[in-house]
Structure formats: C-alpha cells, structure tokens
C-alpha cells in the first residue's frame, strides 16, 4: 500500500485525521450569512446563541417546542427565514449564476425586498425586479432576463401566501415540524419556479443546507434532532 493510501479497516490509525476534517466541516459557515443586512445579522447571531444555549444545557436533548417560542421571540426570526429562502429563489431566476454577488444585491436593496418579505403581494414584483437586475448586470454578469427574474419573485410570493393563508401558518412554525430531509424536499417546491431542473433542486437543497445544520441556522429542529 503506498504512502497515499488509507486503510479502512484500520480506522484508528487515523482517528486524528478523521477528527480534523469534521472539526473543519463544522467550522465552516454558509457565505450568506456572512452577507446578511445588519438587522437580519443580528437576528441571526441570537438564534445560534440561544440553540447552542439550550444544546448545552439539556446535553445534547432539544425540546422542540420551547426552542420554537425562544425563536419566535426574536425579533425578525419569520423576516429572516423569509430573506434566506428569497436567495435560494433567486438563484432559478438568474442564468449567469453567482451566488455571493446575489447576497450583495440583495443585501444592497434591502428596504425594498423587505417590503415583499413582510407583505407578499404581487404588486411588488416588478419594481424589485427591476432593481435587482439592475445591481446584478452592474457588475458585468449580463445578459440576464427580467422574466425569469419575475417568475421566481410570483413563485416566491404564491408560496409564501398559500403558507400564511391555506395553510395558516408561518416559516418559523411551519419548518421545525419536518423530520426527515425527503420529506422537506418535497414540501418545498410551492415556493420555487414550476420548472423541474437541476438548479431549482440545488436550490431547494440549498435552502435545506442553510437552515438543517447547527453551524448555519438551526431552524429545522425536527430534522437535526433525528441526527
């Protein structure tokens, strides 16, 4: 076996290695939340103190209930969950995809998205539209089309108004129920474009990433109490 090589079946051996790479695994965060509106950013330094609190304290065990309420009363918890799965939206409606360069646009236009975040209503959609292709071909990402930009904002907003009206309920109660990832996959599409291809099921996983795993937002909590 050369120098390269692991042995599986000699696992200790390598106990160290193994270590160090979830420990860097865990330690690395989502760009976005790197990128986050001051306000939101706030909201989403309390939410990781008040989970890691709550873990600590029960060694590990998480009542889910009482860690939604600590959620709820945050300030802008349901604003914040709402801004993350827009970016997630967002990246089926632009073609020339860069992530990072969405979180700044988006972060960029902040008062305007948060118009549509906290009302969702299709009369909006254009104005927003408008701004974000704008910012987004500033920066030489061109050749983009205002239509799909405008099919993932309506998508995002029939989704979010058939949560809070046929459904009636909100982010923050509605994505801590779910306990297996499939389950969650499938739910998700009713606030994504309707067409079924490989960057709207990024997407969507992508959302799942941001908000399933202890180092991003660990909002998911039936999800990430079942390991």
Excluded at 36 to 41: D, K, Q, R
Excluded at 93 to 98: A, D, E, K, S, T
Aim: glycine letters at 4%.
């Amino acid at each position: 076996m050369s120098s390269l090589e692991i042995d599986l079946r000699n696992r200790d051996k390598y106990e160290n290695v193994i270590r160090a790479i979830d420990e860097y695994g865990l330690s690395i965060k989502e760009s976005i939340f790197e990128n986050l509106p001051s306000e939101l950013m706030v909201t989403y330094q309390r939410i990781r103190e008040i989970y890691v609190q709550e873990v600590t304290r029960d060694r590990g065990r998480v009542d889910v209930d009482s860690l939604i309420q600590l959620y709820m009363n945050v300030p802008k918890t349901e604003e914040l969950l709402r801004y993350l799965l827009l970016a997630t939206v967002l990246f089926t409606g632009f073609q020339n995809l860069r992530n990072e360069l969405i979180y700044r646009v988006m972060m960029k236009n902040y008062e305007a998205i948060s118009r549509v975040i906290t009302n969702p209503s299709y009369s909006l959609i254009s104005d927003i539209s408008i701004k974000l292709l704008s910012d987004y071909e500033n920066e030489r990402a061109k050749r983009e089309s205002i239509q799909d930009i405008n099919e993932a904002m309506h998508s995002f907003i029939y989704g979010l108004r058939k949560l809070t009206k046929s459904y009636g309920t909100t982010l923050i109660k509605w994505l801590p129920k779910f306990r297996n990832i499939e389950a969650f996959e499938r739910a998700l599409p009713i606030f994504y474009p309707p067409k079924v291809n490989e960057r709207r099921r990024r997407a969507i996983r992508t959302f799942i990433r941001w908000v399933s795993h202890e180092t991003n937002l660990p909002i998911a909590l039936g999800i990430l109490t079942r390991g």
